[in-house]
């Protein structure tokens, strides 16, 4: 069995705790954060290694940085982009873990439709797309996790029509993603939830949003068809975002019998 999640902790060291408790419960064989806001001369890598995770991680102060935690340590570690562009170091890792290629990014969120980081971000797409042609092959044991800033389907956001068009819900951005998708990649949630109304993302600027169900659901575990058909569930744990101090994001999760 091979259990993986994904996480965009909004401040790793604001969210040591929450961490370290789903860790705790859930022990899945690798976690891959985002947005974990810190340089690495400051990561709380003790307190992960005081409860026996591995964990690499590269980050910058107050902004992006990307980290993967994980039971046995990680083989084969590398950060950024090797397409002659911007590396992008803090925005992605990539690790062999128990057999499983692992691709952990946070996707350029965008910023607005008319900024040139939005054109910034549906170029990182054909990056990634890039990137995967290089270094796999869809007919091995791969999986994209974590924060892509995009929402594919009206069903993953909480109000289709009104939102069509903005930032993170762009016909530009889902095209973009089902261009990397289209390389031998499936979406394992949606696999085994065929209803909508599900999301990891929760905006603070929302009263009430996550009560409200006002939500997004940006966050993905994106497999090879090798590996997705070993994939038996994989589901949203809606409860860390109910805690005090949380992020504005949740854990999903997935298991493969690989």
């Given amino acids: 069995m091979f259990k993986i999640a994904t996480f965009n902790a909004n401040s790793i060291r604001s969210r040591v705790e929450i961490v370290k408790a789903w860790l705790e419960k859930e022990k899945p064989d690798c976690l891959c954060l985002q947005e974990t806001k810190v340089q690495d001369g400051d990561f709380p890598a003790s307190a992960f290694g005081e409860s026996g995770w591995h964990v690499v991680f590269r980050g910058e102060k107050s902004y992006n940085g990307v980290a993967i935690a994980s039971r046995v340590p990680s083989e084969e570690v590398s950060f950024g982009i090797d397409d002659g562009g911007p590396a992008d170091e803090t925005r992605i890792v990539r690790a062999r873990i128990s057999g499983v290629e692992v ?131 994989c589901w949203i744990d809606r409860e860390p975002r109910l805690l005090p101090k949380p992020s504005d994001h949740t854990f999903l999760a997935a298991v493969f019998d690989a």
């Fill in 103 to 233: 691709i952990n990014t946070y996707v350029p969120q965008g910023r607005s439709v008319d900024d040139p980081f939005f054109r910034y971000k549906i170029e990182w797409f054909g990056r990634i797309r890039g990137l995967l042609d290089r270094h796999y092959s869809p007919g091995k044991a791969v999986v994209w996790a974590g924060d892509l800033n995009v929402a594919p389907e009206a069903a993953d956001v909480y109000d289709a029509k009104h939102l069509e068009g903005s930032v993170c819900f762009h016909p530009d951005e889902r095209a973009a993603l089902m261009g990397v998708l289209e390389w031998g990649l499936v979406d394992v949630f949606r696999m085994h939830n065929k209803d909508g109304g599900q999301f990891t993302f929760w905006d603070y600027r929302i009263a009430n949003s996550v009560k409200r169900n006002l939500g997004w659901r940006l966050d993905h575990i994106l497999a090879t068809e090798a590996l997705a058909g070993k994939s038996t569930k």
